[in-house]
Structure formats: structure tokens, C-alpha cells
Nanobody
Framework: HVQPVESGGGLVEAGGSLRLSCEAS????????MGWFRQFPGKQREFVAS???????TYADSVKGRFTISRDKDKNLVYLQMNGLKPEDTAIYYC?????????????????WGQGTQVTVSS
């Protein structure tokens, strides 16, 4: 596949957890950085978390302390562990591969989007 592929979305109750997976389209070691975004109905995609090939991960303020981005190089997967989910986390979550950092901010690769996976959190 030429695009990353997300999986792991679903329906969960408030306070619950989900782990999203993103299979990169090429070997992780060759990708500058990976990111997760989400999109609410009628809104633009917003940044959630990112992980550079080297260095510290970054998070949106709204998910700090609840979400964790990680990777498994052997499986070529990037994960988004989501704990303490809230109804306002309900969105389509997208993986992005190959973005860059400008002033510490992750800018997505416009050609690096996956198809998205739906996360729904019930109250």
C-alpha cells in the first residue's frame, strides 16, 4: 500500500480506552516523523500527537496525559493509546506519515494521510 492504514477504532464508553494502530506504507526508519490527527464533523482536521524519528513526541493540550503515541519498529506500526476517553474525543482519527516540524509544530505531509478510523465515545 502507498498510504498508511489505520485500525482500532470503535465504540467505547466514557472513561474507557482504545488503541489505534497505523501501519506505515514504508519502513519507519525511513520516515521523518509520524502524526495522528482527528476531525470532528464540519471541522478541519486537528493535531493530536506526533513522533519524530528521533526526539520527543508532541501532544495537543487537549490530550496530554491521556493519549500516548508509540511505535513498534519490528511491526512497522505506530500506535495511539487513548485512555480516559471523553465524548468530546468522538471523531475520525487519521494517521499521517512523513510530516515535518516547523518551530516545534508538526506539519502534516499532504500526501501521507490514511483513510481514517472512527472513534465514538458514549456518555
Amino acid at each position: 500500500h502507498v498510504q498508511p492504514v489505520e485500525s482500532g477504532g470503535g465504540l467505547v464508553e466514557a472513561g474507557g480506552s482504545l488503541r489505534l494502530s497505523c501501519e506505515a506504507s514504508r519502513i519507519l526508519a525511513s520516515i521523518n516523523a509520524m502524526g495522528w490527527f482527528r476531525q470532528f464533523p464540519g471541522k478541519q482536521r486537528e493535531f493530536v500527537a506526533s513522533m519524530p524519528r528521533r526526539g520527543a513526541s508532541t501532544y495537543a493540550d487537549s490530550v496530554k496525559g491521556r493519549f500516548t503515541i508509540s511505535r513498534d519498529k519490528d511491526k512497522n506500526l505506530v500506535y495511539l493509546q487513548m485512555n480516559g476517553l471523553k465524548p468530546e474525543d468522538t471523531a475520525i482519527y487519521y494517521c499521517n506519515e512523513g510530516g515535518t516540524y516547523v518551530s516545534g509544530r508538526y506539519l502534516p505531509n499532504l500526501r501521507g494521510w490514511g483513510q481514517g478510523t472512527q472513534v465514538t465515545v458514549s456518555s
